[in-house]
Protein backbone atom coordinates (compact mmCIF):
# COMPACT_ATOMS: atom_id res chain seq x y z
CA UNK A 1 0.00 0.00 0.00
CA UNK A 2 1.30 3.18 -0.99
CA UNK A 3 2.49 5.62 2.04
CA UNK A 4 0.31 9.45 2.06
CA UNK A 5 3.66 11.11 1.13
CA UNK A 6 3.89 9.12 -1.83
CA UNK A 7 0.02 9.68 -2.38
CA UNK A 8 1.01 13.44 -2.24
CA UNK A 9 3.95 13.48 -4.60
CA UNK A 10 1.99 11.44 -7.17
CA UNK A 11 -1.39 14.08 -6.70
CA UNK A 12 1.37 17.22 -7.34
CA UNK A 13 3.76 15.07 -9.93
CA UNK A 14 0.18 14.68 -11.75
CA UNK A 15 -1.57 17.90 -11.52
CA UNK A 16 0.55 20.62 -10.75
CA UNK A 17 0.74 23.50 -13.05
CA UNK A 18 2.33 26.55 -11.73
CA UNK A 19 6.19 26.25 -10.90
CA UNK A 20 8.90 24.34 -9.18
CA UNK A 21 7.11 23.17 -5.66
CA UNK A 22 8.47 25.05 -2.60
CA UNK A 23 6.59 22.76 0.32
CA UNK A 24 5.97 24.63 3.24
CA UNK A 25 8.50 24.46 6.90
CA UNK A 26 7.21 23.50 9.92
CA UNK A 27 8.22 26.62 10.95
CA UNK A 28 5.66 28.36 8.60
CA UNK A 29 2.88 25.68 9.55
CA UNK A 30 3.81 26.71 13.14
CA UNK A 31 3.97 30.61 12.93
CA UNK A 32 -0.02 30.60 10.96
CA UNK A 33 -1.82 28.15 14.10
CA UNK A 34 -1.89 30.83 16.15
CA UNK A 35 -3.27 33.92 13.56
CA UNK A 36 -5.73 31.30 12.52
CA UNK A 37 -7.07 30.00 16.08
CA UNK A 38 -6.40 26.33 14.88
CA UNK A 39 -3.61 23.19 14.65
CA UNK A 40 -3.68 22.22 11.11
CA UNK A 41 -4.66 18.78 10.70
CA UNK A 42 -1.82 16.26 10.80
CA UNK A 43 -3.02 15.13 6.85
CA UNK A 44 -2.74 18.87 5.62
CA UNK A 45 0.36 19.16 7.56
CA UNK A 46 1.81 16.08 5.83
CA UNK A 47 0.46 17.57 2.59
CA UNK A 48 2.11 20.94 2.84
CA UNK A 49 5.23 19.73 4.12
CA UNK A 50 5.79 17.42 1.35
CA UNK A 51 4.08 19.76 -1.82
CA UNK A 52 3.72 23.02 -0.41
CA UNK A 53 0.95 25.39 -2.47
CA UNK A 54 0.32 23.21 -5.14
CA UNK A 55 -1.71 24.84 -8.39
CA UNK A 56 -3.71 22.15 -9.80
CA UNK A 57 -6.17 24.03 -12.54
CA UNK A 58 -6.69 20.32 -14.69
CA UNK A 59 -8.26 18.96 -11.80
CA UNK A 60 -11.61 21.07 -12.94
CA UNK A 61 -11.66 19.28 -16.10
CA UNK A 62 -11.33 15.71 -14.62
CA UNK A 63 -14.17 16.33 -12.58
CA UNK A 64 -16.37 18.13 -15.02
CA UNK A 65 -15.77 15.10 -17.03
CA UNK A 66 -16.06 11.89 -14.86
CA UNK A 67 -18.84 13.81 -12.80
CA UNK A 68 -17.75 12.34 -9.21
CA UNK A 69 -19.65 14.39 -7.04
CA UNK A 70 -17.03 16.50 -4.93
CA UNK A 71 -15.77 19.72 -6.19
CA UNK A 72 -12.00 20.65 -7.52
CA UNK A 73 -9.26 22.31 -5.93
CA UNK A 74 -7.29 24.74 -8.20
CA UNK A 75 -4.97 25.93 -6.07
CA UNK A 76 -3.78 25.36 -2.26
CA UNK A 77 -2.35 28.08 -0.12
CA UNK A 78 0.87 28.65 1.22
CA UNK A 79 0.69 29.00 5.37
CA UNK A 80 1.11 32.45 4.93
CA UNK A 81 -1.45 33.13 2.53
CA UNK A 82 -4.22 31.18 4.30
CA UNK A 83 -3.73 33.45 7.09
CA UNK A 84 -4.08 36.39 5.00
CA UNK A 85 -7.32 34.89 3.42
CA UNK A 86 -9.03 33.36 6.17
CA UNK A 87 -8.51 36.83 8.21
CA UNK A 88 -10.49 37.91 4.61
CA UNK A 89 -13.16 36.01 4.95
CA UNK A 90 -13.76 35.97 8.40
CA UNK A 91 -15.06 39.34 8.46
CA UNK A 92 -14.53 39.59 11.94
CA UNK A 93 -15.50 36.97 13.64
CA UNK A 94 -12.95 35.60 16.67
CA UNK A 95 -9.86 32.94 16.27
CA UNK A 96 -11.07 29.60 16.06
CA UNK A 97 -14.54 30.39 15.36
CA UNK A 98 -16.20 29.28 11.44
CA UNK A 99 -13.39 27.80 9.08
CA UNK A 100 -9.92 28.15 7.90
CA UNK A 101 -8.98 28.90 4.22
CA UNK A 102 -6.28 27.02 2.84
CA UNK A 103 -6.75 26.37 -0.79
CA UNK A 104 -9.20 27.58 -3.57
CA UNK A 105 -11.68 26.50 -6.16
Known amino acids: MMDRTELYRRFADRFHA ?3 LRPATAAQLADAEP ?3 VLW ?3 YRQFALVCGAVYSPSLLDLIVERKPGFSDVQQ ?3 P ?3 VTETRRWRLGLEPGDGCVVF ?3
Request: zero cysteines.
Open 103 to 105: ATD
Open 18 to 20: GKR
Open 35 to 37: FLG
Open 76 to 78: FLT
Open 80 to 82: KQS
Open 41 to 43: PES
